[in-house]
Structures are given as C-alpha cells and as structure tokens.
C-alpha cells in the first residue's frame, strides 16, 4: 500500500477555490504533524502548511489568509482548502508526515485564465 495519496488537483482560473486531499494508510494522522508542500517547475519543494497533532498550524507567508490545513479523523485525511488561488500557486502539491520518509505522486494545481 502506498502510505500517503494526494487527489483533487486541477486547472482553476485565478480568484477561484479548490480543495486537495491527502489519504493516508497504515498510520493515523491524528497522531502525527503533517502538512502540505508544494514544487513548481524549476523550482525547490517549499513548505506550504502543517498542522501538529493538537491542531496548531502553520503557514507560508505567501498563502496565509488564503490557505486553511485541516484534518478529517474519521476518515484518516489531511485536506488543503485554497481559496483566491492565484497564477504563482501552479504546482504539484504533496502531502507529508514529518520525520517519514515516503512521499506520494502529488496532485498537480494549475491556477490559469
């Protein structure tokens, strides 16, 4: 089983919402921090947000405000809300545990009009 699978990507026009999801499977993510990362074309992996095991979470300056890091407990998901996407947000969005050393295939997000 691969332990972490990114969905929900997609082309969005500039201004608009979307929502990333993250599965995860063999561990619970109540009980680790995750978070969100993100890699444009030529560029490095940046931090986008985490969130800790008692909920505090974290942001890029660069999406505070816009981005909101949640988890569903129930159904073992981490989700990214992203709200007034805007061009410089194109990238392939990845989802993370800390300290783990797996990574999924990534959701690409296009944010073009």
């Known amino acids: 089983q691969v332990p972490l699978v990114e969905s929900g990507g997609g082309l969005v026009q500039p201004g608009g919402s979307l929502r990333v999801s993250c599965a995860a499977s063999?561990?619970?993510?109540?009980?680790?921090?995750m978070a969100w990362y993100r890699q444009a074309p030529g560029k490095e992996r940046e931090l986008v947000a985490s969130?800790?095991?008692?909920?505090?979470?974290t942001y890029a300056e660069s999406v505070k405000g816009r981005f909101t890091i949640s988890r569903d407990n129930a159904k073992n998901l981490v989700y990214l809300q992203m709200n007034s996407l805007k061009p410089e947000d194109t990238a392939v969005y990845y989802c993370?545990?800390?300290?783990?050393?797996?990574w999924g295939q990534g959701t690409q997000v296009t944010v073009s009009s």
């Open positions: 969130i800790t095991s008692g909920g505090t979470t």
């Open positions: 993370h545990r800390f300290h783990f050393g797996y």
């Open positions: 063999g561990f619970t993510v109540h009980n680790y921090a």
